[in-house]
């Protein structure tokens, strides 16, 4: 079955780095666009970073960009978020999200994120900290 | 930015009871809404996409209507495991937004 196991969450003072990073099984990773959301303690979610399926194409939120770096590795399997300058309000659980658009059986060349989230990962939690 | 306006914030019904929640959006998505459910200390499971459309292995109580800036989500008659959080989210515009959610509690 589709499986998306996030790790590499932490405690962390302001300022520093961190990378995440999301291990995806039981479909075929390269043909997926990939994404990442974040949800703070008590809050809303928060839509923040998306790749491709070839990683040819990226898209953040304001809030992260430039700090914030989302990329892939397909023959690992692999979505990453690079985290940079790391401020207190980026505390949250970070989910990795499969696309729902499959280029596998479509032609993606225009349109290769349909942009819903299906399925998620259990999240990795991030703690800014001093 | 599209703003997604959820309302109520919380409801509160018995099982059985049919379940009516709304999301609003500051500008049109014509028909690019999905909506979610989340349970405590679990990850957001995709109900609904283009604003109608069931995902896989989601029950035919769960339904979803609307376009343009209105749209709602129904359960017809809830479960015990339907009392949760649910948002919406628009996949039309860069930047995705979500609702800030309604909670749907035991009354």
């Known amino acids: 079955q589709v499986q998306l196991v996030e790790s590499g969450g932490g405690v962390v003072q302001p300022g520093r780095s961190l990378r995440l990073s999301c291990a995806a099984s039981g479909f075929t990773f390269s043909t997926y666009g990939m994404h990442w959301v974040r949800q703070a303690p008590g809050k809303g979610l928060e839509w923040v970073a998306a790749i491709i399926y070839d990683g040819t194409n990226e898209f953040y939120a304001d809030s992260v960009k430039g700090r914030f770096t989302i990329s892939r590795d397909n023959p690992k399997n692999t979505v990453y978020l690079q985290m940079s300058s790391l401020r207190v309000e980026d505390t949250a659980v970070y989910y990795c999200?499969?696309?729902?658009?499959?280029?596998?059986?479509?032609?993606?060349?225009?349109?290769?994120?349909?942009?819903?989230?299906?399925?998620w990962g259990q999240g990795t939690r991030v703690t800014v900290s001093s | 930015e599209i703003v997604l306006t959820q309302s109520p914030a919380t409801l509160s019904l018995s099982p059985g009871e049919r379940a009516t929640l709304s999301c609003r959006a500051s500008q049109s998505v014509t028909s690019y809404l999905a909506w979610y459910q989340q349970k405590p200390g679990q990850a957001p499971r995709l109900l609904i996409y283009l604003a109608s459309k069931r995902a896989t292995g989601i029950p035919a109580r769960f339904s979803g209507s609307g376009s343009g800036t209105d749209f709602t989500l129904t359960i017809s008659s809830l479960e015990p495991e339907d009392f949760a959080v649910y948002y919406c989210q628009q996949h039309r515009n860069w930047p995705l937004t979500f609702g800030g959610g309604t909670k749907v509690e035991i009354k």
């Open positions: 999200a499969r696309d729902s658009r499959d280029c596998s059986s479509i032609d993606c060349s225009q349109f290769p994120l349909a942009n819903w989230f299906d399925p």
